[in-house]
């Protein structure tokens, strides 16, 4: 059974940068589909970005070209750096894979991005 450990998120002024990171507990070379959600107080989650195994991106309108999705199949991690933060990027995130069929969710990591 895949395990996913989020880490990273914390409290940023409007304007600046985070980097979150996601550990899987097995090889991530074979996971289908790699995507971060995220969901603020009182809202549907909702996606973020994905990356798939041919290393293809694709991003929510409202983050395209602020943060960016990555992976790195030696340490089993997939990222996301986030730039140029707005308060309405607040939410906790999670990480997502599809593998063999199956989607599983880490347990999340809290961003709040305020002055």
């Known amino acids: 059974q895949v395990q996913l450990m989020e880490s990273g998120g914390g409290l940023v002024q409007p304007g600046g940068s985070l980097r979150l990171s996601c550990a899987a507990s097995?090889?991530?070379?074979?996971?289908?589909?790699m995507d971060w959600h995220r969901q603020a107080p009182g809202s549907q989650r909702e996606f973020v970005a994905r990356?798939?195994?041919?290393?293809?991106?694709y991003y929510a309108t409202a983050v395209k070209g602020r943060f960016t999705i990555s992976s790195d199949n030696t340490e089993n991690m997939i990222y996301l750096q986030m730039n140029s933060l707005k308060p309405e990027d607040t939410a906790a995130y999670y990480c997502?894979?599809?593998?063999?069929?199956?989607?599983?969710w880490g347990q999340g990591t809290q961003v709040t991005v305020s002055s």
């Open positions: 097995v090889s991530i070379s074979s996971f289908s589909v």
């Open positions: 990356i798939t195994s041919g290393g293809d991106t």
């Open positions: 997502r894979i599809v593998h063999q069929g199956v989607v599983t």
